[in-house]
């Protein structure tokens, strides 16, 4: 595998199919016979011959273009000088790329771009990966016949409103690549080219600046330009990187792979690999530029104890924690019995990780009570694709997008939440493929640039088992179910069940229309597109999962794909877009309490006993306990020891107050994590964490594919999280030790049948692979189900719509949702500590212009949002995305509190907390029934936004350099000093809230 990929000039012409036929013609390049297929230009049969044209316009992630005329080719038999970019090969055709007459039009061109280019190459940023510089060089330009002093654009200024890349006009050469890849790679159609002839320059929205365009900070743009035009920030402040490790990112479940480019132990740029399978050279501003975090001063990097949560943390040796925490759980289990004890694992962490944490539980603590943060998010996804299709993962690969030609897009806005997958389903929309967007909110794609979904079903909460039985309603009845694919895989008693049952009066449009507000005419479109239209694929996310029937709906969605046939090959299938980097690793590595590693339930003797053996201790048979159980046998008082690995379970986890109750009352809470997070105010001990930089080991991203996560640096602890778990687990008497993380994927490998062809060796030679990889299916599985199902044939299950218990009321009159946004990550952990908080500095109730009317609500004013369970403040934003009777928040800061609203309602199957519905009622101001808002955290909250103030009135007057200052003094001082030390204080009971606003107005000021 090598990580330097030649850019061959244009992209392969697409095949009509993956694996398509492609008619292949043979031409001849500078004496070089080679054939290649129909439709591919001359300059990528030349560069597969071997033969590099010079090119400034041309790369082969962008359509040709054709505009900088360096590429100039003559070809026998025809006039001129055509360009090799734009020009496809045809049978027979002889081509030549060195001619003098050639090498004279390049020198010319390439002449006049460096009349008008500054020469500080020595100083430039971009010194040494420039192609201009590299074009000068290839073409032997050796002297400017016209001089450098005609008209110019070198007087140009600087665009520095990104945090993250700098756009120097002056530098630009026009070539349109930048707004080539924000077009065709991203999808944003920021970037234009603005005046005509010498005056054209590149232009970023109306305003001409960076910030305040439509732009979504991707990077694509930066990666595309030839020039130092658009640079990143840290390469003009740190120079070019020395050294590559390839790695994945530990964002969201597109799992895109991703150069570290380093100079020693510090990372210069993080850039996208074009041979990664999950985003072929793309990235969004996450994973791309969102990785300061790693460094941030917040870090902790020792091992702390401490006897009681009042108690000061002490800072102490790996040894020292290691045996305070055994000492504590051996002790809860003396007293309190073997099942008093659990353990939490995190989506965020590897899977060696993940595999060592459960492998603790169950050997050394000697119970099942491992559970994982996936609880709370995609467990109904496991649970309804197993019991419709026999596994529970996703079926197709990213890839299968290309193919799709009518995209049902459920409780999912990829926009925001799975960028890079985003870009690629928009590409597909722009080709032509149709879109029906089922969800409560507005989102970006029901109408965004050059994109208009044909169907939006804007359903309320919580009603998404009542669209997919009326959608299903009308294939049935109207005779549009694929009976063919039916009879062929799917069980036909269990179809003739559910098809009676879909078929009932009671499950069409116009009966659900008055639970879903839905006009059944357009459920009835949205069925017959979906039946009739091609290719149909479903993609979903958590607005399917996170509520009472979701396990129900996704086997609802399952049921639609078989009765339409969509299933099992390209284009089709059924797609869980994944919340976290490792959302897919984590239930794979069996850390829920019912399953061992590859979804094996722990009551089958057989599997078992091969762990048994190979671990050399006893497994039990019963399942153990899951989070929510875990939370009330704590309260009752028998649940008293948790390990917390990498999760934030107190400001994730629905109902904040009764997760609170639930950690107080435990005598041993371990949280292993990169920061002290809310949850560590209730922990006894500090394991520190690492960060992705650091890791040695691999993710599953949502298309099952296995992607190494490499080290950049060392540990910065100087452990790996797993020896640190090993080590806890021998303190407690279970031996368990590995000299690399590899050998923890071998013993993966051995015990887990879909992971028996993986090995770290495999992955660094391919590149990653998707499971199952094994004997029967040795390349890895990018398609399931293509012959038949992992359970045999296709089973359908009736999906009655139960109508959540929580319901608006006179009380309660609005039903609040929950989301997220592009440049922020799930509790904002990570993002919250990097420059992304300049695009999203605090969470905002989005509601619609009548409820606010009616409620005397003002746009940017604070608001207060009552629930049946707590209280909150957020300020509003008053906007039609949402519905009237439907509110909207993000969950991205602490103080905001989503989950001190959200109620434990959960999913009947899988105890998923119903995050998505939750009514509401909102009042303007902080209102006089909230008096728990004088709690400090909500105190704090309103300081943070006075500080805010404070920085924008600093800003007003001040220069750009000055304003960055305060922007970055404020995020010292919210993060750090604020959320730690003042937070901390004020709950110790050391000084009081009003103590706290005079001692932030002073800090402030001497910051400022
Ligand atoms: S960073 Fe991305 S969205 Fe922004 S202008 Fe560049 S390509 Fe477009
Ligand atoms: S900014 Fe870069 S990519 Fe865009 S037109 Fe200028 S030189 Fe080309
Ligand atoms: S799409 Fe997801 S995996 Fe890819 S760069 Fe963004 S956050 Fe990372
Ligand atoms: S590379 Fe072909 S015209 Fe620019």
């Known amino acids: 595998m090598t990580l330097i990929s ?4 244009t992209p392969a012409p697409k095949p009509s199919s993956r694996n398509g036929e492609q008619t292949e013609v043979e031409v001849t390049i500078d004496g070089v016979k080679i054939s290649v297929a129909e439709g591919t230009s001359v300059m990528r049969a030349a560069a597969l011959a071997g033969v590099d044209v010079p090119k400034l316009c041309a790369t082969d992630s962008l359509d040709p273009f054709g505009s900088c005329r360096l590429c100039l080719v003559e070809i026998d038999g025809r006039k001129g000088t055509p360009a090799s970019c734009t020009t496809p090969c045809s049978p027979g055709m002889t081509v030549s790329t060195q001619t003098p007459k050639l090498e004279r039009l390049r020198r010319g061109v390439m002449e006049l771009y460096i009349s008008d280019h500054p020469l500080d190459c020595l100083t430039c940023a971009a010194n040494g990966d420039c192609e201009l510089q590299d074009m000068s060089g290839a073409v032997g330009l050796r002297d400017v016949r016209y001089g450098y002093d005609g008209d110019n654009h070198l007087s140009l200024g600087k665009d520095t409103s990104n945090p993250y890349f700098t756009f120097d006009s002056s530098k630009c050469i026009v070539c349109n690549r930048c707004v080539r890849a924000c077009e065709e790679i991203q999808g944003t159609f920021a970037l234009t080219i603005e005046g005509r002839g010498f005056g054209s320059r590149v232009a970023a929205g109306f305003n001409g600046n960076f910030f305040d365009s439509p732009c979504v900070s991707c990077g694509a743009c930066v990666q595309a330009c030839p020039t130092a035009t658009l640079t990143e920030n840290t390469v003009i402040e740190l120079g070019q990187p020395r050294r590559t490790v390839l790695t994945t ?11 570290a480019e380093m100079q020693g132990e510090t990372v210069v740029r993080m850039t996208p690999y074009k041979n990664g399978g999950a985003n072929e050279g793309h990235s969004c501003v996450k994973g791309r530029f969102a990785w300061g975090y790693a460094n941030h001063q917040d870090r902790q990097l020792e091992p702390m104890i401490r006897e009681s949560i009042t108690d000061e943390w002490k800072k102490v040796s790996f040894e020292e924690a290691i045996a305070f925490a055994a000492g504590k759980l051996q002790s809860i289990q003396s007293r309190h019995g073997k099942y008093s004890i659990g353990a939490i694992t995190s989506s965020r962490c590897t899977n060696e990780e993940v595999f060592v944490v459960q492998k603790m539980v169950r050997a050394a603590f000697g119970n099942n009570n491992v559970d994982t943060c996936a609880r709370v998010c995609h467990s109904p996804t496991g649970f309804g694709l197993s019991n419709a299709f026999g596994t529970s993962a996703g ?8 193919y799709a030609d009518v995209i049902l897009l459920i409780g999912a806005n990829p926009t925001d939440a799975h960028p890079v997958f985003a870009s690629r389903m928009k590409k597909r929309l722009r080709e032509g493929a149709k879109l029906i967007v089922v969800d409560p909110r507005k989102i970006d794609l029901v109408k965004t640039a050059h994109i208009e979904a044909s169907g939006f079903l804007q359903l309320k909460p919580g009603t998404n088992v009542a ?14 179910a694929d009976t063919t694919f039916i009879a062929e895989r799917c069980e036909p008693s269990e179809y003739a069940v559910w098809s009676e049952f879909v078929s009932r009066e009671e499950n069409s449009p116009e009966a659900m229309e008055a639970h879903t507000g839905v006009p059944a005419a357009q459920v009835r479109e949205a069925a017959r597109l979906f039946a009739t239209g091609g290719n149909g694929a479903i993609y979903y996310g958590l607005g399917v999962t996170e509520h009472s029937q979701g396990s129900t709906m996704v086997m609802g969605m399952a049921n639609l794909a078989m009765a339409t046939g969509n299933l099992g090959r390209d284009g089709v299938g059924v797609n869980p877009l994944r919340g976290q980097n490792n959302v897919q690793g984590s239930c794979d590595m069996g850390s829920f309490p019912h399953e061992l590693p590859g979804y094996r339930h722990v009551s089958d003797d057989a599997t078992r006993t091969m762990f048994e053996q190979l671990w050399g201790t006893v497994i039990q048979s019963e399942p153990g306990l899951r989070i929510p159980n875990m939370f009330d046998t704590a309260i009752d008082g028998n649940f008293k020891g948790l390990f917390v690995h990498g999760e934030d379970i107190a400001q994730s986890d629905p109902n904040t107050a009764h997760v609170e109750s639930a950690l107080s009352a435990m005598e041993c809470v371990i949280v292993q994590d990169l920061f002290l997070n809310e949850t560590a105010r209730f922990a006894h001990v500090f394991f520190p964490g690492t960060s992705f930089l650091e890791k040695d080991g691999t993710f599953t991203n949502a298309e099952r594919r296995i992607n190494r996560v490499r080290p950049a640096m060392r540990p910065q602890t100087g452990k790996h999280e797993w020896q640190i778990v090993c080590e806890l687990a021998n303190a407690l008497g279970h031996p368990m030790a590995y000299n690399e993380s590899s050998e923890i994927m071998d013993e993966i490998a051995a015990l887990t049948p879909t992971f028996k062809g993986v090995s770290f060796a495999r992955l660094d030679e391919e590149g990653s692979v998707q499971w199952p990889c094994n004997d029967a299916n040795p390349n890895g599985t990018p398609i399931m189900h293509k012959e038949k199902f992992v359970r045999g044939l296709g089973k359908f299950t009736p999906t009655p719509y139960v109508p959540t218990e929580e319901k608006s009321t006179r009380k309660f009159p609005l039903l609040l949702t929950t989301g997220r946004i592009l440049s922020q990550y799930n509790v904002g952990a990570q993002t919250r500590r990097t420059k992304n908080v300049a695009w999203h500095a605090e969470d905002l109730l989005e509601i619609h212009p009548s409820d606010a009317l009616e409620r005397g609500v003002r746009d940017g004013e604070e608001v207060t949002i009552s629930s ?10 008053i906007t039609e995305r949402v519905a009237p009777g439907v509110v909207y928040t993000t969950f991205h800061y602490p103080i905001s509190g989503a989950n001190v609203i959200t109620t434990d309602n959960s999913d009947w199957a899988t105890n998923c907390p119903e995050y998505k519905v939750t009514a509401v009622q909102v009042s303007p101001g902080r209102s006089a029934a909230t008096a728990e808002l004088d709690h400090p955290a909500h105190r704090l909250s309103a300081l943070v ?19 960055k200052a ?19 204080a004020v709950e110790a009971g050391s000084i009081t809230v009003d103590d706290v606003v005079v001692e932030a ?4 000021t001497v910051h400022a």
């Open 6 to 9: 030649h850019d061959l000039g």
């Open 249 to 259: 990112c530990a964002y969201c479940g597109v799992g895109c792979s991703f150069k």
């Open 395 to 402: 079926t197709q690969d990213f890839k299968s997008v290309e």
């Open 467 to 480: 669209i997919i039985n009326s959608l299903a309603h009308v294939i049935v009845t109207e005779g549009l």
């Open 868 to 877: 049946r369970v707590g209280n909150t403040v957020l300020r509003a934003q």
């Open 945 to 963: 936004r006075m500080a805010n103030q404070i920085a924008r009135q600093f800003a007003a007057d001040s220069s750009l350099d000055a304003v």
């Open 966 to 984: 305060t922007v970055a003094h404020l995020e010292r001082f919210w993060e750090h000093e604020m959320r730690v030390d003042l937070a901390q």
């Open 1001 to 1004: 107005v002073r800090r402030l």
